[in-house]
């Protein structure tokens, strides 16, 4: 069962674009959403988290909406850089389980220079 | 932020054996970390929670005999692949919770690869 979906397992992007990475959860007990960046053979690096209480959240070329009624959250990466190609995970906590991470499939994010 | 190193970072080894995985936090005191596994183009998942001083939690499915956690201190936790085989090769990963709600911090992965 499946908590947290990424449905897009790719995605290709011009430089300088806007990338918006799609991401849907089930669990209604998640309150917390967090998205990671990971290149492969290393451990995924933390980019943004956004509470439940917010329905956005951005830090400098990184936002992240939520919208709770539909239970899906995206990722928005403007403007979109070579180097921000890699696989992006995002992650879903809450209810009794502090600390414990579900994570979605993943979406591999190429920008073309 | 808070800074997590394992130890391999890749091991190649026969069915049958034993591989040990070493998890530090090297800047920072964890009573709890996790431990997740990742099977190629699919997602991380968890597998336990290791507790400083106490067993560790698994999550459904995931054989605690043969996944072996210790957490002897508060900055190293071990997890001990018994009698290795195949379908255990993956890429293993160990986090760390940072000081914000949920938020942890991963280490560099190892990759294991059971011949």
Known sequence: DQQVKQNSPSLSVQEGRISILNCDYTNSMFDYF???KKYPAEGPTFLISISSIKDKNEDG??????????????????PSQPGDSAVY?????GGTSYGKLTFGQGTILTVHP | GAVVSQHPSWVICKSGTSVK???????????TMFWYRQFPK???????????????????GVEKDKFL???ASLTLSTLTVTSA??????????????LANSEQFFGPGTRLTVL
């Open chain 1, 34 to 36: 967090l998205w990671y």
């Open chain 1, 61 to 78: 070329r990184f936002t992240v909406f939520l919208n709770k009624s539909a239970k899906h959250l995206s990722l928005h990466i403007v």
């Open chain 2, 21 to 31: 995985i070493e998890c530090r936090s090297l800047d920072f005191q964890a009573t």
């Open chain 1, 89 to 93: 995970f995002c992650a879903a906590a």
């Open chain 2, 85 to 98: 085989h195949p379908e255990d090769s993956s890429f293993y990963i160990c986090s760390g919770p940072g």
């Open chain 2, 42 to 60: 699919q997602s991380l998942m968890l597998m336990a929670t290791s507790n400083e001083g106490s067993k560790a939690t698994y999550e459904q």
């Open chain 2, 69 to 71: 956690i210790n957490h």
